[in-house]
């Protein structure tokens, strides 16, 4: 079975400060490969994904991606963050040939300080 | 137009009754889940649900059950509710699995 790490439950960082938020998984197989935020409140929604191709994926708001296969990661960036950006991310995979149930990472809390 | 839409938004309820959360997706979606997210935000598959297939995740007790009147709609059933059921509860919805899921915004479940 697939399964996702995110190394950092919570990455403070200031206003206009870059940020990696990390993402490692599991899977003997190929996979595809999602970002989502959590704004307070609300339910997720897709940042951005990566299905096969170009291994880096740019995304909502300024986020990018890139997938490294033989480290097996799924990094978020965004070069300068905003207050606005203070939320929850979630990374996620399914499975090529297996089972389509999305597994999630137990999130990474970003926090940007003014 | 809301794509997948959830209601109640909050529910507050004593331990021991009955509760149903429903679950309306617009989008033509094959597939619907239930996610509990507890209160350290992490994000526990209970239920998937297609067409054809329903899987359960063993750990969910048989005190929640989903039904499916139909392939745009989701619902979740509890009963004899338990202090430890309290958390926000996320009904999704997707196409496949190199689709990314569509959630609702959430039913924060409370049990008193």
């Known amino acids: 079975a697939q399964s996702v790490t995110q190394l950092d439950s919570q990455v403070p960082v200031f206003e206009e400060a870059p940020v990696e938020l990390r993402c490692n998984y599991s899977s003997s197989v190929s996979v595809y490969l999602f970002w989502y935020v959590q704004y307070p409140n609300q339910g997720l929604q897709l940042l951005l994904k990566y299905l096969s191709g170009s291994t880096l994926v740019k995304g909502i708001n300024g986020f990018e991606a890139e997938f490294n296969k033989s480290q097996t990661s799924f990094h978020l960036r965004k070069p300068s963050v905003h207050i606005s950006d203070t939320a929850e991310y979630f990374c996620?995979?399914?499975?090529?040939?297996?089972?389509?149930?999305?597994?999630f990472g137990r999130g990474t809390s970003l926090i940007v300080h003014p | 137009d809301t794509a997948v839409s959830q209601t109640p938004k909050y529910l507050v309820t004593q331990m021991g009754n009955d509760k149903s959360i429903k679950c309306e997706q617009n989008?033509?979606?094959?597939?619907m889940y239930w996610y509990k997210q507890d209160s350290k935000k992490f994000l526990k598959i209970m239920f998937s649900y297609n067409n054809k297939e329903l899987i359960i995740n063993e750990t969910v007790p048989n005190r929640f059950s989903p039904k499916s009147p139909d392939k745009a709609h989701l619902n979740l059933h509890i009963n004899s509710l338990e202090l430890g059921d309290s958390a926000v509860y996320f009904c999704?919805?997707?196409?496949?699995?190199?689709?990314?899921?569509?959630f609702g915004q959430g039913t924060r479940l409370t049990v008193v």
């Open positions: 996620a995979v399914t499975i090529s040939g297996g089972s389509y149930i999305p597994t």
């Open positions: 999704a919805s997707n196409r496949g699995r190199n689709t990314e899921a569509f």
């Open positions: 989008l033509g979606h094959d597939t």
